[in-house]
């Protein structure tokens, strides 16, 4: 019997809003007027309608430069190296949501690329991923969460000693009672997620718009279509 690999994977969200609310039609035709072109360095390469998910792939140029030694003049000069890189994004029309598994940096030029293509109003938005927000998301899904790590930023042990703190839990009640007070102090935590529907699997929260998750490698995509919906 073969045995399922894990993966890790880590997503960045953004709430979308397009004034007017044009169709998912309207928005592809937008999109295949900014395909990637040379002279500008950034464009889709691909895009798909995948019921009601629009999933495309962007291309970007980026300029770097290195120090090259001239050695007719004994001089050094600056010489432009042109980074490739490239993105997968998928934008949710039901949720009003885009995300990536690429980086914050990558995900701001695919906000770029929308931002020049949409030919309406558009605006992002944070979703709220604090850690008691999400706790309680996660439980509305029906499933249950325990809390194994968390990391407090302003953690006060006594009067006269304050400071961040990292810390394993094995006792599900004391991650409720460190969630409950240090609420709006939680700058990272860490569930095991128990389910009916998955093997038990990992969710980590540790930055804003971003969470990651450590599961079976075919349930990654299946539990974040589940996710989302309660973000």
């Known amino acids: 019997m073969v045995k399922s690999m894990e993966t890790k994977e880590t997503f960045v969200f953004n709430r979308i809003e397009i004034e007017g609310k044009p169709s998912i039609e309207q928005l592809i035709s937008w999109f295949q ?17 995948e ?9 970007f140029r ?4 290195i120090q090259h030694y001239n050695a007719a003049n004994g001089l050094f000069e600056k010489q432009v ?27 701001a030029k695919a906000k770029t690329l929308l931002r020049e293509s949409i030919k309406s109003r558009i605006t992002f938005s944070n979703i709220e991923f604090s850690a008691k927000t999400m706790f309680e998301k996660v439980q509305k899904m029906g499933f249950m969460p325990f809390i194994t790590d968390l990391t407090i930023k302003q953690f006060k042990y006594k009067e ?7 810390v394993h839990l094995d006792d599900k009640d004391l ?18 997620v128990q389910s009916n529907k998955y093997p038990d699997f990992i969710l980590s929260i540790a930055s804003q718009n971003s969470l990651t998750i450590k599961c079976r490698e075919e349930n990654i995509w299946p539990i974040i279509n589940d996710l989302k919906s309660y973000l």
């Open 62 to 65: 980026s300029p770097s430069y």
């Open 175 to 192: 991650g409720y009672e460190l969630l409950d007070s240090y609420s709006d102090s939680i700058n990272r935590m860490t569930v095991q």
């Open 160 to 166: 006269g000693a304050m400071g961040r703190y990292s």
């Open 51 to 59: 019921d009601g998910l629009i999933v495309a792939q962007i291309l």
């Open 33 to 49: 007027n900014k395909m990637y072109k040379e002279d500008y360095g950034l464009g889709f390469t691909s895009i798909t309608n």
């Open 81 to 107: 190296i042109n980074i490739y890189g490239e993105l997968e994004l998928l934008y949710d029309i039901d949720n009003n949501m885009i995300y990536t598994t690429s980086s914050q940096t990558k995900f």
